[in-house]
């Protein structure tokens, strides 16, 4: 049976009604369940692959928090995956060493002093493994997911069935046109404020490049709750 489908085929067959049509009951007959689900299951794993993530990111988180080693990196603020807010239960660390207080702030945990007021007296040491123990991924699938989703799958069904209408195609220099099963322009709007982009490494020694680093969007230079202070520092 499909697992981590980001859609309905219920939903999907409201979108493609003359390819899948509803028994009198609302339901969808048994050969079309199935077929709508391994094309939602196909969609999904390709949204995952389009943001550069892993199967199944998009699906709702478990309700109980689970540990996650994070290393340091020297900062003032320490950059988690995603996560749902306001989950984070607890932070520790080895033996021997002190987590520092935190507060979250735009996805990372800041150091802060006694009182929590920020503070720069303390850091997420570098190299040090701190674990953090909340709900990772998501709270619910994003509107926006399940919405590319429906769209591309709708899309590829309407071609399975023959319609070619919305289909992407380049033309060739001799003017022949060449059918391309790319993403649709309205996915790629939807999915773009989900792709994590690449960080190259470069390794002076050896010349390599180390691809697929996931770094947040909000990466930067300065810590994520300097800009407001910047002038108090």
Not at 38 to 44: F, G, Q, R, V
Request: net charge negative; glycine share 8%; with cysteine.
């Amino acid at each position: 049976m499909p697992t981590n489908l980001y859609a309905a085929s219920t939903d999907l067959a409201a979108r493609a009604p003359g390819i899948m049509p509803l028994n009198p009951d609302g339901t969808l007959p048994a050969a079309s369940q199935a077929a709508g689900d391994a094309l939602i299951e196909a969609i999904s794993r390709a949204i995952d692959s389009k943001t550069r993530r892993k199967p199944g990111a998009f699906m709702p988180s478990p309700s109980s928090p689970s540990p996650l080693v994070v290393y340091g990196d020297n900062k003032y603020c320490l950059e988690l995956p995603e996560h749902v807010i306001g989950s984070i239960t607890t932070v520790t660390t080895i033996t021997g060493m002190t987590a520092p207080s935190w507060v979250e702030i735009r996805g990372s945990i800041c150091t802060v002093d006694s009182t929590g007021v920020l503070s720069r007296l303390d850091k997420w040491r570098d190299g040090v493994p701190y674990t953090v123990t909340a709900r990772w991924g998501y709270d619910t699938t994003p509107a926006d997911i399940r919405e590319a989703t429906l769209v591309w799958a709708a899309m590829r069904a309407r071609l399975n069935a023959g319609d070619m209408s919305g289909a992407v195609t380049t033309i060739l220099r001799d003017g022949s046109t060449l059918m391309r099963d790319d993403v649709p322009p309205a996915v790629k709007d939807l999915l773009a404020p989900y792709i994590l982009p690449e960080k190259e490494i470069e390794d002076d020694q050896k010349g390599l490049l180390e691809y697929g680093d996931i770094r947040s969007d909000d990466d930067s230079p300065h810590e994520p709750w300097m800009d407001p202070f910047r002038r108090g520092w």
